[in-house]
C-alpha cells in the first residue's frame, strides 16, 4: 500500500520500493542496501542517484565507503508543494496558449436545479469583486425555483464579496425592493412596457437566459463578444432605470 502512495507521488515502481527499504535502515553502506535488495548494484547505484536528484535520499563518502539515508518523508511534502507552486506560476501562460473557440458555444439545461446550479458556478467562477448582471429580474418565478437554497447561495456570493447590479420591471417593485437592501446589491426599475417572460444573467463570458415556463429552462452562452454585447446593452437600460 505504501508503495502505491509513493508511486502516485510520482516515484517509479523500484524508487518507491528502494525509498521504503531505505525508511528504517537509517545511515548505511551501500552495499548493505544493495543486499536488502537484492539487485545488482549497478541499478541500486542509479536508484540512489534518482532519489537524490528528488531530494528523498543523501549520500556521503567515509573511509572510501559510499554512504546512504533516506531523507524525511516531510520532503515528500515539499516536493509536492514546490510542483504546485511550479504549475500555478505556468497557468496563465498556459492559458493564453489554449485554442479559444471564435464561435459562441451554447448549452441548454432545464429544471429548477438548473436555476440553482447557475447562479452557484457564477459566483464560484467570479472572481471577488466581480459583478453579476441581471436583466428582468423576475422575483415570484425566481424565488419559486431557488426555494430554501437562496441564503445559502447570497451568503457565499457576500463572502466573496460578488456584486450584483439588478433590472427588474415596477410590477415587481415591492417583491423585490428587499433585494437592493442585500450586500454588494444594487438594484433599478424599468418601466412595465419592457417585461418578457425571461430573466438574462452575465457573468464574466457566460449570458445565461431562463425561460420561465413551469418547467424552467437555462440557455447558456458562452462567448466574450456576446457577453460584452450584453453588458453594454445592460449599462444603456441601466441608466433608464430608476431607484
Known amino acids: 500500500m505504501m508503495q502505491s502512495i509513493l508511486e502516485t507521488l510520482g516515484l517509479s515502481t523500484m524508487e518507491a520500493e528502494c525509498y521504503e527499504k531505505l525508511l528504517p535502515m537509517g545511515d548505511v553502506p551501500m552495499a548493505t542496501l544493495t543486499a536488502a535488495m537484492k539487485r545488482h548494484p549497478q541499478i541500486i547505484y542509479r536508484l540512489v542517484d534518482q532519489l537524490v536528484a528528488k531530494g528523498l535520499a543523501v549520500t556521503e563518502t567515509r573511509l572510501h565507503r559510499k554512504y546512504v539515508r533516506a531523507e524525511d518523508p516531510k520532503m515528500l511534502e515539499r516536493v509536492q508543494l514546490e510542483k504546485l507552486r511550479k504549475i500555478r506560476e505556468a497557468l496563465p501562460s498556459l492559458h493564453a496558449l489554449q485554442h479559444q473557440p471564435s464561435e459562441a458555444r451554447v448549452r441548454i439545461e432545464r429544471g429548477a436545479e438548473a436555476v440553482r446550479n447557475l447562479r452557484r458556478r457564477a459566483f ?16 415570484t418565478h425566481f424565488y419559486e425555483f431557488m426555494g430554501d437554497e437562496l441564503p445559502a447561495i447570497e451568503q457565499f456570493r457576500e463572502k466573496r464579496k460578488v456584486k450584483k447590479k439588478m433590472l427588474a420591471f415596477e410590477s415587481q417593485r415591492s417583491l423585490m425592493e428587499h433585494e437592493g437592501l442585500r450586500k454588494y446589491s444594487d438594484l433599478r426599475f424599468l418601466p412595465e412596457t419592457y417585461p418578457v417572460p425571461t430573466s438574462t444573467n452575465i457573468y464574466g463570458n457566460v449570458v445565461a437566459i431562463q425561460i420561465w415556463s413551469s418547467e424552467p429552462i437555462v440557455i447558456l452562452i458562452e462567448s466574450e463578444e456576446v457577453a460584452n454585447g450584453y453588458r453594454d446593452f445592460f449599462e444603456t437600460l441601466w441608466k433608464m432605470g430608476k431607484k
Open 124 to 139: 464560484q467562477e467570479l472572481p471577488p469583486g466581480g459583478t453579476y448582471y441581471i436583466l428582468g429580474a423576475s422575483g
